[in-house]
Structure formats: C-alpha cells, structure tokens
Nanobody, 126 residues
Framework: QVRLEESGGGSVQAGGSLTLSCVAS????????MGWFRQVPGKEREAVAV???????RAADSVKGRFTISRDNSKDIMTLEMNNLKPEDTAMYYC????????????????????WGQGTQVTVSS
C-alpha cells in the first residue's frame, strides 16, 4: 500500500524556520512528480512547490526565495525547508505524489495528484 507521511510542522514566530519531511513507502518505483500543497480552512488548496525525479522544480511566487524543496530519490524522502516564515504561511501542509495531469508545465499549480499524506500543521505567529 502506497503511503505518504509528513512530519516537521509546528508553531514558530514570524521570521523563523521549519523543515517539513515527507516519507513515501510502498512504491515499486519513485513517483516522478512530488509536491507540497497547503490549505487554510475555508480556502482552496494552494500549490507550494513541486519537484520531479530529475530535480526540476516549480514553486509559487509567494515562497520563492524563502522555501526550498528537495528530494532524496534513494530514500523516497521529500523535504520543504521554510525560512523567513510569515503569518500568511500558516496552513495545513500536505505532501502529494503520483501526478497524473498538469504536473510540471505552466499549469503545474493545478496538478492532479492521486496520493496524499495526512498533513502537518504549520502556524506562524506575528
């Protein structure tokens, strides 16, 4: 059974840092695209950043220069290093894999992923 498990969320003050991790298990081969998404209650889910097996990256303008996505294909682990956090970064962060549509092109933020983790909460106070 394919599973994604996130960790690393927490509460920090504005300007602080957190690193999220996503461990994938049950795969026979690594998912080509993986990514991080976030959602605030009452709002639509937002794409944060995605990364391909070859290292190609797409990131939302709101996090460029502050967040860094990476992955270790040998261990099926993806991370999101978040620096200079802002209150507007507060959300539940989800790890996703198995992208089937809109994966790395111009519409990457609308990527259709079929495997999701349970989420990890990030709270940034001002």
């Amino acid at each position: 059974q394919v599973r994604l498990e996130e960790s690393g969320g927490g509460s920090v003050q504005a300007g602080g840092s957190l690193t999220l991790s996503c461990v994938a298990s049950g795969y026979t081969s690594s998912s080509y695209w993986m990514g991080w998404f976030r959602q605030v209650p009452g709002k639509e889910r937002e794409a944060v950043a995605v990364i391909a097996l070859d290292g190609s990256i797409r990131a939302a303008d709101s996090v460029k220069g502050r967040f860094t996505i990476s992955r270790d294909n040998s261990k099926d682990i993806m991370t999101l290093e978040m620096n200079n956090l802002k209150p507007e970064d507060t959300a539940m962060y989800y790890c996703a894999a198995d992208c089937r549509q809109y994966c790395g092109g111009v519409n990457w933020s609308k990527g259709l992923y079929i495997t999701w983790g349970q989420g990890t909460q990030v709270t940034v106070s001002s």
